[in-house]
């Protein structure tokens, strides 16, 4: 596998120092924080047709409360259950370093602003299968809880102790060795049943000629020749036939890479001149560089805009968003609206100020499925660029790659 000659850039990313570890330095006692506020959803939803102007179309409905539980209510929970199922949920999770003490779930209740959507008979239980789902309620308000907070702990832990390191080939993320190196081997797993004997020569030949393999793409081994990453080649996902370690790139990843590089290669001497643009397949737990980590979000790019002035890196999240809950309680849709203060902090940290950090979901679900079930029903394309959401559009009044490399 080859890629850029990394060494002529100097290409940093945020990790934590080398060797340091949240859990193994880090000793948290669960108490309750009123700044953490919680929806909970445990609503019987239906599906309702609903007409419109534009025609008839699925809608959510909610005829559920919305509220806390009541004293009565918090009387009738098993708090020693409570806490025997948080415990088992924090052994699950691996916190080692997280201490709960019994008298703190019920703390939690009383005290963590929350809302609680479900049935009636939740709130005021009059069966034995009533208390039943008033105790499941709990327990999942307590497990939410416990993961906002450990959260929250993990990235106060990061903001004190990121610092960018070089992207070089000692980078978990990148699976190859400098190119020129003799011991540079292609790291891809490529798995084919052995039914499929033709397809496994076919692929063998490729694995000697790897000029071929890097610059050409074919359908025996979809592939994208894009020269801005930092490896190549980069697999696209065939079928069930084939499957790759790392995987292969998804649809909306695909269509993502194509269009940068159509960019590029369109506007390099022209809105693009005198800056370089790189682009990395960011791996997951372990070689990624992650953010909200107990929830595991690793964008799945890493892009660089480098100048004069420093570099811009941006994280890219190309996925579908038919499922998407409410923007004010998508982490993953707000990433960017904490990354400036974390440059802010890493800068001082380690005297690099000319880093700017950024991220964008993009989405592939356009934007006339999605506006009309996303948060009030009137985002604008506008303001879901304002809030570093784009589709993937691109024509003379919308370009999502434009947006993307022009943004400051």
């Known amino acids: 596998m080859e890629g850029l000659d990394e060494g002529t ?3 940093v990313v945020p990790r934590p120092e080398e060797d340091r570890d949240f859990a193994a330095e880090t000793a948290l006692r669960l108490i309750p924080d009123p700044a953490i ?3 909970v959803d445990l609503s019987t939803k239906v599906q309702a047709l609903e007409s419109s102007a534009t025609g008839v179309q699925a809608a959510q409905v909610h005829s559920q409360p919305r509220k806390k539980l009541s004293d009565e209510g918090l009387r009738l929970v098993d708090w020693e259950q409570a806490y025997l199922a948080l415990l088992e949920y924090k052994a699950n999770k691996g916190w080692s370093n997280l201490v709960i003490q019994p008298e703190t779930p019920r703390a939690i209740l009383e005290r963590v602003p929350y809302t609680l959507e479900a049935d009636e008979a939740v709130f005021h239980p009059s069966t034995f299968q009533g208390r039943a789902r008033l105790q499941e309620a709990v327990t999942t308000i307590l ?3 416990v993961d906002a907070f450990y959260r929250r702990a993990h ?6 102790n990121l610092v960018y390191r070089p992207v070089d080939s000692a980078d978990p993320n990148l699976a190859f060795r400098h190119p020129g190196v003799q011991e ?3 790291t891809y797993t490529v798995r084919v049943p052995r039914s499929h004997s033709d397809l496994i020569g076919a692929i063998g030949k490729l694995g000697d000629e790897m000029d071929k393999l890097i610059k050409e793409e074919n359908a025996c081994l979809p592939r994208v020749n894009f020269d801005r990453h930092l490896y190549l080649p980069l697999l696209i996902k065939r079928d069930d036939v084939l499957t790759t370690d790392p995987p292969a790139l998804e649809e909306s990843e695909t269509r993502f890479v194509r269009d940068l590089k159509a960019y590029w290669e369109a506007e390099r001497e022209k809105s693009l001149a005198g800056r370089e643009v ?3 397949r960011n791996l997951s737990r372990g070689k990624g560089v992650g953010f909200f980590e107990e929830r595991g979000f690793y964008p799945d790019f890493i892009l660089w805009i480098v100048d004069g002035q420093g570099q811009r890196i941006v994280f890219v999240e190309p996925h579908g968003m038919v499922h998407a809950t ?3 309680h998508d982490d993953k849709a707000r990433l960017w609206e904490h990354l400036p203060d974390l440059a802010k902090e890493i800068g001082q940290r380690t005297g690099r100020h000319d880093i700017v950090l950024d991220s964008y979901i993009i989405s592939a679900t356009p934007y006339d499925d999605l506006y009309r079930h996303y948060d009030d029903g009137s985002w604008t394309r506008d303001r879901f660029a304002e809030h570093h959401i784009l589709f993937q559009e691109r024509n003379k009044e919308y370009d999502y790659v434009k947006t993307l490399l022009s943004c400051q």
């Open 278 to 280: 790189f682009l990395l």
């Open 143 to 145: 497990c939410r809880y």
């Open 326 to 328: 409410a923007y004010m």
């Open 184 to 186: 540079s081997k292609a």
């Open 37 to 39: 506020t919680l929806q």
């Open 9 to 11: 850039v100097p290409l």
């Open 155 to 160: 990235e106060r832990w990061d903001s004190l």
